[in-house]
């Protein structure tokens, strides 16, 4: 028998205006008044985290145990020349996230861009993630949430050499806090680390994995078998106090296999959550589809009208 909890990204789509990721360009900052330009930063983090507060709040109403937040709460405030306080101004905001969070027992995430990576060869690039890596990491504290939420990364480019890039990853990551650290994981990509390639640095960092089924089906070695990798990504959550966690998602097309669908298909998942479902451990899963909380409350309806699954919550079922 397995248990899976599921949830989605960021924005719940059946709410108005609630975007909780809005932004404000440097070019947009640079032509600003100073005096007018840490106001409207501050105008734009607020509406961004009552937005967030708006979201959790849907989430309670429809019993939807897990949430990404937005990485994009708080503009420009990993940029060098606009640098601000984007923590004191909203100490408020943060402590009723986190008592929502707690209260409700929600199971929250970062999931950092792309470009917030430890292979390269340019120092500046490194510098960089780990800005980004404690731009989220502080958010976390301000919340209260730093030892219950993680912080998701894929590995990061190959520059033309993998294995040159996982040394450099692996040097690279030394210099990110170990508090941060220990708070992170690491996904699977549609293109260059396959599952394999990420249980290693995972078991070597003695980081989580998080398995992407989408990205293991757009890119994985012939030799790749779920029945093999499951129980080594199992393993890699075994010294937290988290249930191991996937994400799911379909192709849009056959052509754009790569991108995600507005929804997701059951049967696309169905060889993935059966290998799972051997295994028998409980599991969480991020939806990542473009219709968001839409295609997250379709899929437990599509899961929940199969044999030995029974729905036992708004985004919860159980596999017989």
Known sequence: MMTLRLGYVSQALALW???PGKTMTLTRWQKMDPDSREDKLREVTRLNL????????????????????????APLATHDDAAWDYITPFADLYKEIGRLVREHNIRPS????????????KPNVTANAVQDMEYHYHMLEAMGLEQRA???LHVGGAYGDKKAAVKRFHENLQQLPEKIKARMTLENDDKTYTASDVLAVCEQEKIPMMFDYHHFEANHSGDERLE????RFIDTWAHTDSRPKIHLS????AEAFRSHADYVDPDFNLPFLQALKQIGEPIDGMIEAKQ?????LQLVRDLASRRN????????????
């Open 309 to 320: 699954v029974t729905r036992t919550g708004g985004a919860e079922l159980r596999w017989k």
């Open 250 to 253: 379909s192709p849009k097309s």
């Open 150 to 152: 993680w912080i998701n």
């Open 50 to 73: 009552e937005h967030t507060i708006r979201m959790l709040h849907y989430n309670i109403a429809h019993d939807i145990p897990l949430y990404r937040f937005s990485s994009s709460l």
């Open 17 to 19: 205006d609630a975007s």
């Open 228 to 231: 093999e990798l499951l129980p």
């Open 292 to 296: 968001k909380d839409y295609a997250l």
């Open 110 to 121: 970062f999931h950092p861009n792309q470009f917030t990576l430890f292979t390269s060869d």
